[in-house]
Nanobody
Framework: QVQLVESGGDLVQAGESLRLSCAASGSTSSISSMGWYRQAPGKQRELVAAITNGGSTNYADSVKGRFTISRDNAKNTVYLQMNSLKPEDTAVYYC????????????WGQGTQVTVSS
C-alpha cells in the first residue's frame, strides 16, 4: 500500500506561480512512476505531468513550457512547479503513483485545489 498526501494548492492570479508537493509513504520502494492529474468541474481527470524512477518526464501539451515535474527520491516526494498560471489551469490536482511489484496499480492522493483568477 502507498499513501499520498498533496499540499500547495492555493488561490492565485493569472501569471503567478505555485508549487505542489506530494509526499509518498508506505511501500515506496515499489513505486515505478509518479505524476499529477487534474480535474476541472464538469471535465474528465487528465494527466498533467508524470516522471519515472529513471527521471523520464511526460507533459500534457497544455502545460509544456510552463510546468515542471521533479522528484526527490530520498524524500519520496514529487513536485509540480507551475509558472505562468492561467485561469484554465483551475482544477483539483491529484497526485498519482504507480506501485506494486507483482501487480502494479495506481494510487491517488486526496487532491488539492488550485484556483487561478483572471
Amino acid at each position: 500500500q502507498v499513501q499520498l498526501v498533496e499540499s500547495g494548492g492555493d488561490l492565485v492570479q493569472a501569471g503567478e506561480s505555485l508549487r505542489l508537493s506530494c509526499a509518498a509513504s508506505g511501500s515506496t520502494s515499489s513505486i515505478s512512476s509518479m505524476g499529477w492529474y487534474r480535474q476541472a468541474p464538469g471535465k474528465q481527470r487528465e494527466l498533467v505531468a508524470a516522471i519515472t524512477n529513471g527521471g523520464s518526464t511526460n507533459y500534457a501539451d497544455s502545460v509544456k513550457g510552463r510546468f515542471t515535474i521533479s522528484r526527490d527520491n530520498a524524500k519520496n516526494t514529487v513536485y509540480l512547479q507551475m509558472n505562468s498560471l492561467k485561469p484554465e489551469d483551475t482544477a483539483v490536482y491529484y497526485c498519482n503513483a504507480i506501485a506494486g511489484f507483482a501487480f502494479p496499480r495506481p494510487y491517488w492522493g486526496q487532491g488539492t485545489q488550485v484556483t487561478v483568477s483572471s
